[in-house]
């Protein structure tokens, strides 16, 4: 099963760096195309904070440096619960992948350009979601994924050591 995630992660990172490239060549920078009106348009940003621009327009030089290493640190989470990940417990291992995926296509990107390339932008009547990416839509499916199952009692890894029988 765990190459079976790690294929899924790979995919997932393969499709976002692939849909920035795109928008790199196709869009520039700040450009707005309407794909549905109303509905769906692209937008080119580049997204120097963290989730969602969290923190975009902070004047501090040790930003980037931070976002990195809370991005490590969670990928060391997210490896290590997949790693622990009980056979049975696919659909929870399916969620973790698509995290990883997600997480290492976003950090890819701060790591090599300093940024991260953001274009789909959603809007609801009045109300405008912020530019996304793939990796963070499979970020965000993958935890309600895994909020989903927790409240079906598919658990993540807890201990992996197991009681005597």
């Not at 990195?68 to 969620?95: I, Y």
Request: net charge positive; glycine share 8%; proline share 5%.
């Amino acid at each position: 099963m765990r190459m079976y995630h790690l294929l899924i992660a790979l995919g997932i990172f393969t499709l976002d760096q692939i849909t920035k490239a795109m928008v790199e060549a196709n869009v520039h920078l700040s450009e707005t195309r309407t794909v549905i009106p109303g509905l769906l348009h692209l937008t080119h940003v580049k997204n120097r904070g963290a989730a969602f621009g969290i923190f975009a327009d902070a004047p501090s030089q040790g930003k980037l440096m931070l976002v990195v290493f809370l991005s490590v640190v969670a990928l060391g989470v997210v490896v290590t619960l997949l790693w622990r990940n009980q056979p049975g417990a696919k659909r929870t291992g399916l969620g973790l992948a698509l995290i990883l995926g997600g997480a290492v296509g976003n950090l890819f990107d701060r790591l090599v350009h300093g940024s991260v390339v953001d274009f789909a932008e959603f809007y609801v009547r009045n109300y405008h979601f912020p530019a996304f990416n793939v990796a963070d839509s499979a970020i965000c499916v993958g935890v309600c994924l895994i909020f989903l199952l927790s409240l079906k009692n598919e658990r993540l890894p807890a201990n992996p050591v197991q009681p005597p029988a």
